[in-house]
């Protein structure tokens, strides 16, 4: 196959935004973003005339037809390449504190900047960022034509802004994994230190965790687990409950080499039921007692308009069963709740680290050696603490 990539400003002697670009294909033209990118992690399958491609990226594992997206719809088959029209096109820069995300266990204190960009596999009809997330589904391919922000751009964005890490997150990063990606590798290049997380849904494929792994990509992945019932998963989020509890096993298995930590949004009649609570709080421990698990309130919102936020003593029940169920670190978020952000010693109680809302108050673990930081404890008894400081 013969492909040639042309400026679009010299096609045709036009004058067209300078960020489109042609796709010339035995005489056959696409119109497509320069901006566009080669997708990694696909495959071409099938007869060569087909042109089919398989993406693996995340594990809705689309088979893509020429001319054809996939079900994020920011992947799209070009002529037999998989190419990913979000990249560059973030959104809503913001810098945060590490809490907002929620990371309570990763480098607590700290300021990411955030971003996100159009897209999403998964259609959340919950969906707080729907305008960013949905924007392609609920706006056309219009949603797409924002601005691009290069990778470079935003390392420096992170280094004028003193920024500790950069979260990528507000839709789902795996969606832009190409675009995160070089984001990473022009931290690098720049010689920033900045650590990486993605806050996700879950779903992305062991191919792309492996590639993650393999090139040290992300210091932390923080996975929302939305209900333990396959039928309630596909109705809300058009997902399988399976593949995210995978996810959470594979990142677990890490071993530490990728923070974990894990949400679950509790909506009133889907999940917060005793049963559901429990289910949830039984799998998360299987996993591991000491991976943080947040239980966040839930607020009307997008297509779930109908339904009332999320009663307190539903919250701090969630937290009790938690706590039942053996998990050694269980929060609350999203309400006005005091003390149940603080992270306290699993064996002895101690406060280590006190919250309230975004800020941080005492936090013991603020001036510990080189040596301490590697294996984090608390001071009053000794007993390990699940923290990367
Ligand atoms: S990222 Fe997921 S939803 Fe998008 S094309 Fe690939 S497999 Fe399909």
Known sequence: MVMRVYKLNIFNNKKITACKCIIREKGKCTVVRMDA???????????????LVHCKLCSHYCIIKEGEVGKCLVRKNIGGTLYSLNWGKS?????????????FHFKPGTRVLSFGTP?????????????????????????????TTTPLQIARMAKENKADGIAYTYSEPTIFYEYAK???????????SAFHLFVSN????????QEVEREKLLAGIRI???????????????????????NIKRVHALKGQI????????IPTLNDSEEELREMCKFVSSVGKEIPLHFSRFYPQYKMQGLAPTPEKTLLRAREIAKEEGLEYAYIGNTDL?????????????LLVERDRYLIGKNVFGKLSEKERKNPKCPQCGYGINITI
């Open 91 to 103: 959104a809503g820069f913001a810098i945060d504190p590490i809490e907002k995300k929620p990371f």
């Open 259 to 266: 923070a974990l930590e894990v949400i679950a949004l509790i």
């Open 202 to 209: 879950g779903y992305f494929t062991r191919e792309m965790l």
């Open 338 to 350: 005091k003390g149940v952000e603080n992270t306290r010693c699993p064996k002895c109680n101690a």
């Open 182 to 192: 070089d984001t990473v590798l022009a931290c690098r290049k720049m010689g920033l």
């Open 37 to 51: 990118r080669k997708a990694l992690l696909y495959k071409r399958i099938g007869e060569p005339a087909k042109k």
């Open 119 to 147: 897209g999403c596999n998964f259609r959340c009809l919950n969906c707080q960022n729907w305008d960013l997330s949905q924007a392609v589904r609920e706006g056309g391919s219009n949603a797409l034509g924002v601005p």
């Open 224 to 246: 929302d687990l939305k209900f333990t019932n396959d039928e309630k998963y596909m109705q809300v989020c058009a997902a399988h409950v399976q593949i995210v509890k995978d």
